[in-house]
C-alpha cells in the first residue's frame, strides 16, 4: 500500500515555473516507478514523465521534453516535477503515480496507487 500527496500546484503566467512534489508512505518505495501523470478538462489522462527505481532512467513525452524535469529523493520518499516554459496547454490536474514494475524506457507499465491530483493553471 503506498498513500501519494501531491502538491505545488498553482496559478502561473505562460513562460513560468512550477515544482510539483509528490510525497510517499510506505517501506517499499523505493522499488517503485513512479510517474506524472495530467489530465485537462473533457481530456483523457496522459502520460507526462517517469522515473526509475534509482533515478537513472527518465521518460518524457514529447510536448515537455526540454521543458520538465521528473526527479525523486528516495531518502525523502519524494517525487518532483520541475516545470519550465510552461504553455497555455500544459494547464491540467497533475497526478502523481507509483507502479511496482518497471518496462524500461519504451515500455508502459501498470501504475496501481494515484494521488488526488493537484491543479497546474497556465493564464495570462
Known amino acids: 500500500q503506498v498513500l501519494l500527496v501531491e502538491s505545488g500546484g498553482g496559478l502561473v503566467q505562460p513562460g513560468g515555473s512550477l515544482r510539483l512534489s509528490c510525497e510517499a508512505s510506505g517501506r517499499t518505495f523505493r522499488t517503485y516507478t513512479m510517474g506524472w501523470f495530467r489530465q485537462a478538462p473533457g481530456k483523457d489522462r496522459e502520460f507526462v514523465a517517469k522515473?526509475?527505481?534509482?533515478?537513472?532512467?527518465?521518460v518524457y513525452r514529447d510536448s515537455v521534453k526540454g521543458r520538465f524535469t521528473i526527479s525523486r529523493d528516495n531518502a525523502k520518499n519524494t517525487v518532483y516535477l520541475q516545470m519550465n516554459s510552461l504553455k497555455f496547454e500544459d494547464t491540467a490536474v497533475y497526478y502523481c503515480?507509483?507502479?511496482?514494475?518497471?518496462?524500461?524506457?519504451?515500455?508502459?507499465?501498470?501504475?496501481?496507487?494515484w494521488g488526488q491530483g493537484t491543479q497546474v493553471t497556465v493564464s495570462s
Open positions: 503515480a507509483a507502479s511496482p514494475f518497471y518496462a524500461g524506457v519504451s515500455g508502459t507499465e501498470r501504475y496501481d496507487y
Open positions: 522515473i526509475s527505481f534509482s533515478g537513472t532512467d527518465t
